[in-house]
């Protein structure tokens, strides 16, 4: 297991920090740069397992500040964009449109996608789809005095 280079190193980090198993970061070292790394190599770069507890502190940073930006940032993902999804889904209902069973499935997806079935957004509304009615809340001040002539008649009827 020969030493790394350090543009490796950062390479295997950012690529755990989105999320890629260690055997896709083995797989994408190999075709970005032709060299032979094993998943225990790898999973050496996650500080979040227990064989990277002991990574450097500059490579740490590195992996915390691309997993926010990464978390941060969805919309960055082509697919997470209902345009992209819409698209991908034409694609698909013009290679598949002969076979009306695979048609109509893709129809019915772009549908439920395009009507927002697959969002979690969660409207309250009034009666008839109006705005929400508050309540009016009457608030009595009282002396001590006045509550405890009130709790002696409660007590006394029960």
Known sequence: MAALKKEIKLYIVRSLAIFNTPSETVELVHQEYGVKVTKQQCEKYDPTKRSGENLSEELRIDFEKTREMFLGKPEAIPIANLAVRLQRLESQYQKHSKNRVAALSILKQA????????????????????????????????????????????????
């Open 111 to 158: 549908a439920e996608d395009a009507g927002g079935k697959y969002t979690n957004k969660t409207e309250l509304t009034g009666a008839g789809g109006g705005p929400l009615q508050s309540e009016n809340i009457t608030y009595v001040a009282a002396t001590d005095e006045q509550v405890r002539q009130a709790i002696d008649e409660l007590e006394s009827e029960y």
